[in-house]
């Protein structure tokens, strides 16, 4: 290597590092019987991504683990991949279809050959991103979730989860996108607090000549509904009071005219009922709210769908057929006016969930979907988090995991999409079949005759007939996430991959998807495998900015990382990153962050460059070991120890930080200084390749360039600390800290830092250190007596005084601190002044 004689290039080192690993095959992982196995699966981003800065704190934290376990000698094995993306992949690629046109229109053959080539390109561009960031995964092995094996592995799943009773189809109200038209998981909403409004209607209630058995009295014409969203009012089916609510006992079993449909619906009775919301009397339309369902099927309620599946007003709608859900309510609250029938309307501010691809607000609709059950699943997965059998970093989180496993819903799983995996399902259309038209066989009365399989049945079952269709819809995405783990190693097949690599040991995530993704991985894990999937889970912060916004395309606050490298260099922004990312705390980054990664990286080069310098200098010069010998030996193991440990502890912030400091604070500020003039170049060339093997899994294009060994540095074993010397480290340590006193007094009284002074110093093993101060604070004479007048510096084991006599000018001193004490003193009574001014406050 040569090249340290030149500026330093992060462009050109890490292009060059790039090629070479790829002609070498770095890195790449086998059964290694005479090894330990280490594995990360690599949460794969969306094939509609485009990687930013979250990403690269997530790409860096896996990369730094996998390449730590291979420089300390694991059989290290990183698992990249890429995630087919459902619902995002179909919307931006229906974006694309000409003006009019609709995927319909092209058909489903055409538009799924459009979906993989425009799959195919994007997959080479994410992997070229990755492979920018340093990421050292084994790329041979990556895979795509809808790769043939994983596709094998996702029939296969659910197959044995419906064998187990596991899977079911039934028709409830789930979360309904009329954007991209498909079923939502309650964990795919998003929601958002918005202003809305809150209409009081007025239900007539009919004259049947009852009378109220308390007072006497004739029933009141009307009762007073509150409601968010008036256009659902057109499948109300009930109205509903809680049962101990007295103001409403005497309407129970009796009947009120839905307005505008005049239809006769009763008044019923459900603890659900939240007596102190709006009047205490709510509307039940089962077909389109959740609670309405419950509430629906406990008391045998008809379920009226009055939406398509594009959001608009069906044929039950009435005159209000054909018109969107926003016009519906603009006409009907109209309507309602007319009718003397809206009793007043009040601003209201409440929750609406969106979807979490098109952001357009979900619709709670009735459909016929399929469900996993997940209390029993979720079981193991509780159990294995309690006893630590998985353990979460930060440990807050696992708290978070628990409260939502204790309180899981059934996974709606089916997607009304063409970009997917097709559903393992298959229906008998021979009419003669007891199947046929959903009708149910003696054998399956709950699933109606459906016949799920891995692979395409010959015949039917039930009748012997082969004209079989498969269900249209596909699987959830999470479906096939959810396998992740194992199903990139080979599962359901027992391959000797499988069995020397599985269970994996570390997952890195954001917050974000602890109930989408993390909770599910362990839940399959323990259900197909019997095993944890992983055995620690890292969840990192979320990247925000400057003034802790979230990085948003809307919001024109986010940083590209491809920018970041190509200004500052890929190992400048991973060590920058993590600099400010504290354990699990969500990163405040600017672009300017990333100029403390560029000033180590620069000071790195620097640093070698003079080793070289000097070693042409000093030849092959060996001298015995000295004191600033022991001391930096002692300290780089000392952080060789605290790094460790805070990777252990999964800490990166500590670990970087605590080698900056090291480097920049004591071997760059006074180590090589010493052996400027010590030569001792051999011991400065130890620590200094120590070092930089600490730093390869942080850092590792330049780490590679600067390196010494006759191969990659990845693979050159990772640095062992060896035993403390606490003397030298106390007496060297008390030397820095009296240069440093003497080098900041120097500051505080204008001395210029490289002017010899005379000083008084009191300290047992002065005449140890005597020519490190002499040299590194410029120090002209040690004076014997101690002077009655000077600066003092002083701590638990040392004194120093510098006399001022004849090393500055005291009178013009003076007067430069008291102009000081003046200026501070006018500055105190302008914010005094400014604090006492209550319109300044505001």
């Known amino acids: 290597m040569k090249s340290y004689i030149t500026r330093y290039n992060h462009k050109k080192i890490e292009e060059r590092w790039l090629s070479y690993w790829e002609e070498k095959g770095f890195p790449h992982a086998g059964v290694n019987p005479s090894k330990e196995p280490y594995t990360i699966s690599m949460p794969p981003p969306n094939v509609t991504d485009i990687l930013h800065l979250g990403h690269a704190l997530n790409i860096t934290i896996q990369d730094i683990y996998i390449r730590w376990k291979r420089i300390q000698g694991y059989e290290a094995l990183w ?3 890429i ?3 459902s619902i995002a992949t179909q919307v931006v690629v229906e974006k694309q279809l000409p003006e009019g046109k609709t995927k319909e229109d092209i058909g489903r053959e055409k538009f799924l050959e459009m979906l993989w080539n425009w799959v195919g390109e ?3 561009y994410i992997l070229g991103q990755l492979k920018r960031l340093g990421c050292s995964a084994d790329f041979r092995r990556t895979k795509f979730t809808l790769d043939p094996d994983l596709s094998i592995a996702v029939r296969e799943a659910f197959v044995r989860l419906y064998e187990k009773g596991l899977i079911y189809r039934g028709d409830y109200v789930v979360n309904w996108c009329p954007r991209c038209q498909t079923a939502l998981s309650n964990e795919e909403v998003e929601y958002e607090e918005k202003n809305g409004k809150l209409y009081y209607i007025r239900y007539r209630i009919p004259d049947t000549g009852y009378r109220m058995p308390d007072t006497g009295c004739r029933m009141p014409d009307y009762l007073v509904v509150a409601t968010t969203r008036p256009e659902t009012m057109l499948g109300d089916t009930a109205l509903a009071v809680h049962p101990d609510d007295k103001r409403y006992k005497e309407y129970i079993g009796t009947y009120v005219i839905l307005p505008l449909m005049n239809r006769q619906i009763p008044i019923i009775a459900d603890f659900l009922v939240d007596p102190k919301f709006g009047t205490g009397v709510v509307k039940v339309t089962p077909a389109h709210d959740a609670n309405d369902f419950e509430i629906g099927n406990k008391n045998g309620l008809e379920k009226i769908i009055i939406m398509d599946k594009r959001g608009k007003i ?3 709608g ?24 809206l009793e007043k309307v009040k601003p209201y501010k409440h929750s609406i969930g969106h979807c979490y691809r098109c952001h357009i607000a979900i619709e709670p609709y009735l459909s016929r979907q399929w469900f996993v059950k997940m209390r029993d699943l979720a079981k193991p997965a509780i159990d294995a988090v309690e006893k630590g059998e998985i353990k979460f970093y930060p440990k807050r989180w696992k708290n978070v995991y628990l409260a939502w496993m204790k309180n899981i819903r059934d996974w709606c799983i089916s997607r009304q999409l063409w970009w997917g995996h097709p559903m393992p399902v298959w229906y008998c259309q021979n009419e003669k079949c007891p199947t046929f038209g959903g009708i149910p066989s003696p054998r399956d009365k709950m699933q109606n005759g459906v016949i799920v399989a891995a692979e395409k049945p010959e015949k039917c079952p039930y009748c012997g007939g082969d004209n079989l269709v498969q269900d249209p819809d596909v699987l959830d995405t999470w479906f096939s996430a959810w396998l992740w783990p194992f199903s990139t190693l080979d599962w359901p097949k027992k391959t000797p991959e499988f069995n020397y690599f599985y269970p994996t040991d570390l997952l890195v995530t954001g917050p974000e998807i602890i109930f989408f993704w993390v909770a599910r991985m362990i839940m399959a894990g323990y259900f197909f495998t019997g095993s944890h999937p992983f055995r620690n889970v890292y969840i990192h912060g979320t990247v925000r900015d400057r003034i802790g916004r979230k990085m948003s395309k809307s919001l024109g606050n986010g940083i590209d990382p491809l920018d970041i490298i190509e200004q500052y260099g890929t190992d400048a922004l991973r060590f920058s990153i993590l600099a400010v990312a504290g354990e699990g705390q969500d990163p405040r980054i600017e672009e300017r962050t990333f100029e403390l990664g560029r000033n180590f990286c620069n000071k790195l080069w620097n640093a070698k460059r003079l080793l070289e310098m000097l070693k042409e200098e000093h030849k092959e010069a060996h001298c015995e070991p000295d004191l600033a010998d022991k001391w930096i030996s002692s300290r780089l193991s000392g952080v060789i120890r605290d790094v460790e440990r805070a990777l252990q502890r999964y800490r990166l912030h500590e670990a970087v930080m605590c080698m900056y400091d090291f480097f920049w604070h004591e071997y760059c500020d006074f180590y090589l200084e010493i052996i400027k003039k010590s030569g001792h170049i051999e011991i400065g060339y130890y620590i200094f390749e120590n070092l930089l093997r600490l730093l390869h899994p942080f850092m590792p294009f330049i780490t590679e360039e600067l390196y010494s060994g006759e191969s990659s540095i990845m693979v050159s074993g990772y640095p062992k600390p060896v035993k403390k010397d ?32 005379p000083v008084y110093i009191e300290f047992e093993n002065l005449d140890i250190i005597k020519s490190y101060i002499i040299f590194l604070a410029f120090v002209s004479e040690f004076i014997p007596s ?16 510098i006399p001022l006599v004849g090393v500055i000018d005291i009178e013009k001193e003076k007067a430069r601190i008291e102009k000081k004490i003046s200026t501070l003193k006018a500055l105190l009574q302008k914010t005094k002044k400014n604090l006492s001014n209550k319109e300044f406050m505001r």
Do not use: C, M
Request: net charge positive.
């Open 726 to 757: 606490r003397e030298a480290e106390e007496i060297f340590g008390t030397a820095i800290e009296i240069i440093t006193d003497i080098r900041n007094a120097k500051t505080s009284f204008n001395i210029p830092v490289k002017e010899k002074i």
């Open 314 to 316: 069906n044929e039950n």
């Open 79 to 81: 698992v990249p991949g």
């Open 786 to 801: 101690r002077p009655q007048k000077g600066i003092r510096r002083a701590s638990h084991n040392y004194e120093i005084i």
């Open 83 to 85: 995630d087919h993306a």
């Open 318 to 341: 009435g005159k209000y057929a054909g018109l969107s859900r926003e016009e519906a309510r603009e006409a009907i609250v109209e309507d309602l006016k007319k009718e003397g029938l």
């Open 122 to 124: 994007k997959k080479s």
